[in-house]
């Protein structure tokens, strides 16, 4: 019986160190995003919307970056609807599993 909760405890354990490290790596996607979309740009709303949903103590350095090094077209070319609703997807997913393994 014993053994089992062990088992069990560890399981846990390890599931909760994954989804914290995918977690980790889909904020260094939020943050890519972040610097890639000037704030006048017509996907920043939805940029925003993924930024609210992230930790707000791994997202604080977000609000303090210097948009003026970033002109419009030059990196956001790439970005769309469908990549940010895939990282919005994405960080849905892993702040359930985190949750989850919290628990």
Known sequence: MMSK????????????????EKLNHIIEEVRHLNRMIPRDHELREFVNLIIDKCPSL???DL???NFHDYAIG?????VSRATLVTVHTKTISAHTNMHRCQV
């Open 5 to 20: 909760k062990r088992f069990d405890v560890s399981k846990i354990k390890i599931e909760l160190e994954e989804a914290s």
């Open 58 to 60: 791994r997202t604080e």
């Open 63 to 65: 609000d303090n970056v």
């Open 74 to 78: 030059r990196e956001d070319a790439t």
